[in-house]
């Protein structure tokens, strides 16, 4: 059977990042992917702030950022809210093979086509299944996503309240703002979600929605014809959805010899669904701690819990943006209407991003109905 300090199971923006810090940290560290390729497997808008690629330590190549994009963010009654601030649109499967590379050149072995089917428990260490092999690990990793078989093999039944999503690629599109990624709220639109134009080139765009209780993919067709102007001659060519974790982060994330990282733990802003840049905090934080533990010989739940305080500042993000959301979902189109009315830009990135939501609250306070419904629970 072959021994190695640290198995990551899963080559994700988590998966890549904590493979990468573990090796960086000096452990012997296997990745294991069960998709042929390293790449961006799932559906994803690829939208992320310019902090994600200095936290991941990737350079900001023109292979890597397809194009820079301001935002526009549009009430149910279609007034819009310009946020100037420049993010990216990234090809998310270079990103995440360029991590991936920089893992490599640390030391790090990587295995494609190769499945983790069970993680078992073994006196201290963990014995990793996988359709072609068995490893014994002194750390596993679970960054395989929001079904982990990490989380489950070691009988982990708290998940993440999921909402389903559905994105097309749309191409010959017409876009009026090629250089800005939109996001339509309401709940007509898409209820208890949002619906997202993101662009990848002057023609070509990822169309997609989120929402809760209802069927995404009638949505995103009565979202696709509302838009007939820019849509109405494109074609899709990529049609996929998924699940993304919006529920918060999962009350443990750390066991005895075992981490869950990215949206295997919930690790996703809840307002935005963003997870790119989360999930590649939390690898990064999980190696670091995983190579540790192993360099001191004490892979305990106790040592690894060093992860929480290194992830802290993300989970505190993710509980703001958490009670944001919860805070928001129960408001009617005409209240979203009136919040657009009296929101700036920096309020939505504050509020979305589980920022300084206490300073929005206190913006909110003198609005007779906004005070109530919204303030008081932001605070
Ligand atoms: C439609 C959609 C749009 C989104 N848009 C954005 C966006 O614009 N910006 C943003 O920041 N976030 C976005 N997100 C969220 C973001 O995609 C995820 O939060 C992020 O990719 C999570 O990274 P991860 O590494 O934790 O998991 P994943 O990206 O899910 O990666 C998990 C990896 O594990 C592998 N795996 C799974 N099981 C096993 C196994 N048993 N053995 C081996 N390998 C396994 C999978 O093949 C996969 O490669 C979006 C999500 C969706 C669904």
Redesign the pocket.
């Known amino acids: 059977m072959i021994e190695r300090d640290v198995v990551v199971?899963?080559?994700?923006?988590?998966?890549v990042s904590a493979a990468k810090s573990a090796a960086m940290n000096g452990a012997d560290v296997l990745l294991?992917?069960?998709?042929p390729t390293i790449m961006a497997?799932?559906?994803?808008?690829?939208?992320?702030s310019q902090e994600t690629l200095v936290t991941a330590g990737v350079k900001p190549s023109h292979r890597i950022v397809m194009h820079e994009a301001y935002a526009l963010v549009y009430s149910p009654s279609m007034i819009e809210i310009e946020i100037k601030r420049i993010g990216y649109n990234i090809n998310k499967s270079f990103f995440i093979q360029e991590i991936a590379a920089q893992a490599a050149e640390y030391g790090a072995d990587i295995h494609v086509r190769e499945?983790?089917t069970a993680v078992k428990r073994e006196n201290s260490k963990y014995l990793v299944k996988t359709n072609r092999e068995t490893y014994l690990a002194k750390v596993v990793i679970g960054?395989?996503?929001?079904n982990s078989?990490v989380a489950r093999s070691i009988g982990v039944t708290e998940r993440p309240e999921p909402i389903p999503?559905v994105?097309y690629i749309m191409a010959n599109c017409k876009l009026k703002h090629p250089d800005a990624v939109r996001f339509y709220l309401g709940n007509k639109v898409a209820p208890g979600g949002y619906a997202w134009i993101?662009p990848r080139t002057e023609k070509l765009a990822e169309v997609?929605i989120g929402v809760r209780g209802a069927v995404a993919k009638d949505y995103l067709d009565a979202f696709v014809k509302k838009f007939s102007d820019e849509l109405g001659n494109a074609k899709i060519i990529d049609y996929r959805g998924?699940p993304?974790p919006i529920g918060g982060a999962i009350s443990e994330s750390v066991f005895d010899g075992v981490l869950l990282?990215?949206?295997?733990a919930g690790h996703?802003i809840p307002l935005t669904?963003?997870?790119?840049?989360s999930?590649v905090s939390a690898g990064l934080a999980a190696g670091k701690v995983a190579a540790e533990a192993v360099a001191e010989g004490d892979t305990s739940k106790q040592r690894l819990s060093e992860f929480y305080k290194l992830y802290d500042n993300w989970l505190n993000r993710i509980k703001r943006s958490l009670k944001a959301m919860r805070a928001v979902e129960v408001l009617s189109d005409e209240e979203l209407d009136t919040l657009a009315r009296i929101f700036q830009a920096e309020d939505i990135l504050d509020l979305a991003n589980g920022l300084d939501i206490g300073r929005v609250a206190k913006k909110l306070l003198s609005h007779p109905v906004l005070a109530f419904k919204l303030a008081r629970q932001l605070l």
């Not at 960054?143 to 929001?146: K, N, P, R």
């Not at 669904?273 to 840049?277: D, E, N, P, Q, S």
């Open positions: 199971v899963g080559g994700g923006p988590a998966g294991l992917e069960k998709y497997n799932k559906p994803c808008g690829e939208a992320c499945e983790v960054a395989d996503g929001y078989t999503t994105q993101f997609g998924a993304v990282v990215g949206d295997a996703v669904g963003a997870g790119i840049h999930s």
